[in-house]
C-alpha cells in the first residue's frame, strides 16, 4: 500500500489549488500536521475543513480519520528499528523467503520507486545536476550515504564543482558554509534520520541554495524544507534495502550526464590520465 505521502505526490498536479495548498502543509510537516484536526491542518494551509475533507477523498481515504489510521500506522512503521523489524518477522509462523524471493523482492521497489517519482521533481533535479556553473554538495545518512557517495562518484566523472561530505557537521562543515545560491545540497536520508543532515540542509536554505532530498516512503523531516522529494521504496525486510535509492540517484546522474556539455570529453581526459598512470606503475 502506498503511504500518504506517496499518494500525495502522485496526485498533486491533479488536486485543486486550495488542496494543493493543503498537501504541501502536510508534507513540510508529515506527519504531524495530519494527525490533529481537520481545523488545525485548514488553518496552517490557509484553507477551509470542507477543502481538507475533499482532499481526503482525491487521495482515496473515506474520511480524515481514515486517513489519519493510515499515518499513525505509517508513523509506526516509520520509527521501527532492524531489531523490531527482526522480532516481528521472525515471530510469524511463515517459512523465511527464498533467495530468488528476496530479489524479487528487491526488483520490486524498483519499479515500485520509478512508477511513482513525479517526473517534475526528476526534470527539475537533473536541470540541477546538469547546470555546471553551480556546486553540488552530495551528503547522506548510516546507510544512505553510500549511495550518495555512489552519486557523487559518477557525478564528478561527467561535470566538476562535486563533493561529498563524509561528516557534514564537523570537518566538512566548510561545505556547508560555502553553499550559496544557485548552488545544490542533494541528501539522501531514510528512516531513523539524521539530525545532522537536517542542520546541514537548513544551512543550505538559509546560503538560498536548492535542497533535493532522496528518502523513503515516510519522509525525512527534510523534506519539510526541501525544494525536490524524491521517494525511493526500501522497506523489505530486517534492514531497509538502498536499491531503490540506487537506481534512482545512477539513473537522474544518467540523464544529468547526457545533457552536460563537455561530459564525454572530460571522461576521455580522465581516462588518458588513468592510462598514463597505469603505465608509469
Request: aromatic share 6%.
Amino acid at each position: 500500500m502506498s503511504t500518504v505521502a506517496e499518494s500525495i505526490t502522485s496526485r498533486l498536479e491533479m488536486l485543486s489549488p486550495a488542496e494543493r495548498r493543503i498537501a504541501r502543509a502536510l508534507l513540510a510537516d508529515y506527519p504531524s500536521a495530519g494527525l490533529e484536526t481537520t481545523a488545525s491542518l485548514a488553518a496552517v494551509a490557509n484553507s477551509s475543513s470542507a477543502t481538507v475533507m475533499r482532499f481526503c477523498a482525491h487521495l482515496g481515504f473515506d474520511s480524515f480519520i481514515d486517513m489519519q489510521s493510515q499515518l499513525r500506522s505509517e508513523l509506526t512503521k516509520r520509527n521501527a528499528s532492524p531489531l523490531a523489524r527482526a522480532v516481528e518477522e521472525t515471530a510469524r509462523d511463515e517459512e523465511p523467503s527464498g533467495f530468488r524471493a528476496g530479489g524479487a523482492d528487491r526488483a520490486r521497489l524498483i519499479t515500485q520507486t520509478f512508477q511513482r517519482a513525479p517526473q517534475s521533481e526528476v526534470d527539475h533535479l537533473v536541470d540541477l545536476l546538469a547546470t555546471t556553473s553551480n556546486r553540488v554538495v552530495v551528503a547522506g545518512g548510516h546507510y544512505s550515504g553510500l549511495v550518495g557517495r555512489l552519486t557523487q562518484l559518477q557525478l564528478a566523472k561527467v561535470r566538476s564543482g562535486v563533493v561529498f561530505l563524509e561528516d557534514p557537521q564537523g570537518r566538512d562543515l566548510p561545505y556547508v558554509a560555502d553553499l550559496r545560491r544557485r548552488d545544490l545540497l542533494l541528501v539522501f536520508d531514510v528512516r531513523r534520520y539524521q539530525q545532522p543532515l537536517f542542520e546541514a540542509a537548513s544551512v543550505a536554505k538559509k546560503r538560498s541554495a536548492s535542497v533535493a532530498l532522496i528518502t523513503d516512503q515516510w519522509l525525512s523531516p527534510i523534506a519539510g524544507i526541501a525544494d525536490i522529494v524524491l521517494q525511493a521504496d526500501v522497506d523489505v525486510t530486517f534492514f531497509d534495502s538502498q536499491v531503490g535509492c540506487l537506481a534512482l540517484a545512477e539513473a537522474v546522474v544518467h540523464q544529468a550526464a547526457t545533457r552536460i556539455d563537455g561530459a564525454v570529453d572530460r571522461l576521455r581526459d580522465l581516462e588518458a590520465l588513468r592510462q598514463a598512470g597505469d603505465s608509469r606503475s
